[in-house]
C-alpha cells in the first residue's frame, strides 16, 4: 500500500511564500513524485516532478523560477518532497496534490498512479 499526505498549505499575500510537504509511506521504491494543483472549475495542472534515480526536475512554465522541488529520501519508511514556493500569485491558489509516478518523465496526470488527499492553497491579492 502507498500512502501520500500533503501538508503546508494556507491562506497567504501576494508575494508571500509557503512550503508544502509531501509524505510517502508504504511501497514507494522506483516511483517519481509530482505535483499537481486544481482551482475551482479547472482540471489538474501539473506542477513539478523530481525524479530520485536520475536527478531530474521538471516544472511548469507558470511556476519556473518561483517554486522548486526537492526530495528527502534519508527516511526509507517515509520519503519526503517539499514544495517551495515564492513570489505567490492569486492564480497559484488551487487543491495541490502530490502524486507518483512510475513514468520515466511525466507531466499527465494520468500517468500518475497514487494521489494524496491535497492541501489548499489561497493566495489573496
Known amino acids: 500500500q502507498v500512502q501520500l499526505v500533503e501538508t503546508g498549505g494556507g491562506l497567504v499575500q501576494a508575494g508571500g511564500s509557503l512550503r508544502l510537504s509531501c509524505a510517502a509511506s508504504?511501497?514507494?521504491?522506483?516511483?517519481?513524485t509530482g505535483w499537481f494543483r486544481q482551482a475551482p472549475g479547472k482540471g489538474r495542472e501539473f506542477v513539478a516532478a523530481a525524479w530520485r534515480s536520475s536527478g531530474v526536475t521538471l516544472y511548469a512554465e507558470s511556476v519556473k523560477g518561483r517554486f522548486t522541488i526537492s526530495r528527502d529520501d534519508s527516511d526509507n519508511a517515509k520519503n519526503m518532497v517539499y514544495l517551495q514556493m515564492n513570489s505567490l500569485k492569486p492564480e497559484d491558489t488551487g487543491v495541490y496534490f502530490c502524486a507518483l509516478t512510475r513514468s520515466a518523465s511525466s507531466r499527465r496526470a494520468v500517468d500518475y498512479a497514487h494521489w494524496g488527499q491535497g492541501t489548499q492553497v489561497t493566495v489573496s491579492s
Open positions: 508504504g511501497r514507494t521504491f522506483g516511483y517519481a
